[in-house]
């Protein structure tokens, strides 16, 4: 290669210039008015948080910066440090409302602490899948453990309706004195709850299912958003049916009932209406 002078000679490059061939970017890129070099990062097997936080530590010990020089982790890690900031809100906001329109329903914060015990429960066969599965904790399955939420909360409300209409159909009936009648009625509304339960997670896992083994575009996410629902369907689905009863008669013996008797209410004097309400002795 010849380099022009103002003389008009033709000076080639070798007498002016030492070259050498060297690696170096494929373009030169700018952000924030600097210029920025990219080292891409393929990885598997691993969470992205984990990675970073472990890479971070290996590049500032062997990796020394010259003034001027700045090192920042983007991608999908950046983005799941700005996700993760949402969901210190989103998360807690969640329960919030659950907790909030399940008091709403049933007037009963004992009533609402029981359906919200659907969500532990739940959590457990969540995290048991995606450990079989291999998949770790990632934007998407957070996202399903939201929408595992507001399905556990579902399932509660229907258990916890038919406990309470085989308690009060108890009362009314006058059958609601000891510890045995209350044993009776629980068991009596859980059993009656065992298919429309059944039926409700049938249809969950018929939606669910062919997601875990879809392929293509979008699938990996899809799986991991998918997964804590059926894992917790599952579990719920059997540790409300042994748990809930449980609690409910532990509640109505020793604080509605009080170690006592429930019959309803008799009538106050002939031509006035029957108070239908239960009373306590």
């Given at each position: 290669m010849l380099v022009p002078t103002p003389s008009g000679a033709q000076i080639p490059m070798a007498q002016i210039a030492t070259l050498r061939r060297v690696e170096g970017p494929a373009m030169i890129r700018n952000e924030n008015g600097q210029l920025a070099g990219y080292v891409y990062v393929d990885m598997t097997g691993r969470d992205v948080g984990g990675y970073v936080d472990e890479a971070k530590a290996r590049v500032q010990a062997a990796v020394p910066l010259p003034p001027g020089y700045t090192f920042v982790w983007s991608g999908q890690y950046e983005n799941m440090l700005r996700v993760r900031e949402r969901l210190t809100i989103v998360l807690p906001l969640t329960l919030f409302l659950i907790a909030l329109l399940l008091y709403m329903n049933t007037k009963s914060?004992?009533?609402?602490?029981?359906?919200?015990?659907?969500?532990?429960?739940?959590?457990?066969?969540?995290?048991?899948?995606?450990?079989?599965?291999?998949?770790?904790?990632?934007?998407?399955?957070?996202?399903?453990?939201?929408?595992?939420?507001?399905?556990?909360?579902?399932?509660?409300?229907?258990?916890?309706?038919?406990?309470?209409?085989?308690?009060?159909?108890?009362?009314?009936?006058?059958?609601?004195?000891?510890?045995?009648?209350?044993?009776?009625?629980?068991?009596?509304?859980?059993?009656?709850?065992?298919?429309?339960?059944?039926?409700?997670?049938?249809?969950?896992?018929?939606?669910?299912?062919?997601?875990?083994?879809?392929?293509?575009?979008?699938?990996?996410?899809?799986?991991?958003?998918?997964?804590?629902?059926?894992?917790?369907?599952?579990?719920?689905?059997?540790?409300?049916?042994?748990?809930?009863?449980?609690?409910?008669?532990?509640?109505?013996?020793?604080?509605?009932?009080?170690?006592?008797?429930?019959?309803?209410?008799?009538?106050?004097?002939r031509g006035r209406a029957d108070v239908g309400n239960a009373g306590l002795l």
């Open positions: 914060g004992v009533k609402t602490a029981i359906v919200l015990l659907a969500v532990p429960f739940s959590l457990v066969g969540a995290v048991w899948l995606l450990w079989g599965l291999g998949y770790n904790t990632s934007i998407a399955v957070w996202v399903g453990m939201i929408a595992l939420m507001g399905l556990d909360a579902e399932t509660g409300v229907f258990m916890l309706l038919f406990l309470d209409l085989a308690y009060e159909e108890r009362v009314r009936a006058g059958r609601m004195r000891t510890e045995e009648d209350l044993d009776e009625a629980i068991i009596h509304g859980a059993v009656r709850r065992v298919r429309p339960k059944m039926m409700t997670v049938a249809a969950a896992f018929m939606g669910l299912l062919p997601i875990m083994w879809a392929t293509g575009s979008g699938a990996d996410v899809m799986k991991r958003i998918a997964a804590p629902m059926v894992g917790g369907l599952a579990t719920s689905f059997l540790l409300e049916l042994l748990v809930y009863p449980a609690l409910y008669a532990i509640w109505k013996w020793n604080f509605v009932m009080r170690r006592g008797t429930v019959v309803p209410q008799p009538a106050v004097s």
